[in-house]
């Protein structure tokens, strides 16, 4: 199975900063991979797909790109609501697999 | 629009079979998509559990494959989960999602706790 790490584990950032996480891959998946991100008791939502389309609502501070074994998600001026848990996953290969997620927490 | 439903008992006893079930509305099963089980114990990451399409194809996570089974009944708009011989580490949030790929609608969750 493709192994996804993800990297920092937390992220402290203060709120308008630049915000980078990485996704990296064991094996190639190409560009089929998705960003999600999950705040506190609510489900996973979709945020990017297909390493740098971004999902219906949300704005444009966030993209993503990569393509084989390494990734980033970028968000260019984080708001209040950007606080959350970012989790990769890659959709290349069966069986599906995610990355342990990145903590974007308030510095 | 399209939104999905968990729906089962809250408390498993170990060794035996969680049952879920999710129902789809805003959109006919039978007309396309994988449609899928993650699950996310408390603290932890998400873990993928296995997809269906719509025709009954199957994937499962090979941890649990020997566990798991994953049906679907389009006359109900519905999927639904089995986890055999149940214990502890099981305990977890359940969530149903749409799409094999990228998993583009999810569910709320359900909790699920194993314990006698």
């Known amino acids: 199975e493709i192994v996804m790490t993800q990297s920092p584990v937390t992220l402290s950032v203060s709120p308008g900063e630049r915000a980078t996480l990485s996704c990296r891959a064991s094996?190639?998946?190409?560009?089929?991979l998705a960003w999600y991100q999950q705040k506190p008791g609510q489900a996973p939502r979709l945020l990017i797909y297909d390493a740098s389309t971004r999902a219906t609502g949300f704005p444009a501070r966030f993209s993503g790109s990569g393509s084989g074994t390494e990734f980033t998600l970028t968000i260019s001026s984080l708001q209040s609501e950007d606080f959350a848990v970012y989790y990769c996953?890659?959709?290349?290969?069966?069986?599906?697999?995610f990355g342990q997620g990145t903590k974007v927490e308030i510095k | 629009q399209v939104q999905l439903q968990e729906s089962g008992p809250g408390l498993v006893k170990p060794s035996e079979t969680l049952s879920l079930t999710c129902t789809v509305s805003g959109y006919s099963i039978s007309s396309g998509y994988f449609w899928g089980w993650i699950r996310q114990p408390p603290g932890k990451g998400l873990e993928w559990i296995g997809n269906?399409?719509?025709?009954?194809?199957?994937y499962y996570n090979p941890s649990l494959k020997s566990r798991v089974t994953i049906s679907v009944d389009t006359s109900k708009n519905q999927f639904s989960l089995k986890l055999s011989s149940v214990t502890a580490a099981d305990t977890a949030v359940y969530y149903c999602?749409?799409?094999?790929?990228?998993?583009?609608?999810w569910g709320k969750g359900t909790t699920v706790t194993v314990s006698s």
């Open positions: 999602a749409r799409g094999g790929q990228q998993m583009g609608v």
């Open positions: 094996q190639s998946v190409s560009s089929d």
């Open positions: 996953q890659q959709y290349n290969n069966w069986p599906r697999t």
């Open positions: 269906i399409y719509h025709s009954g194809s199957t």
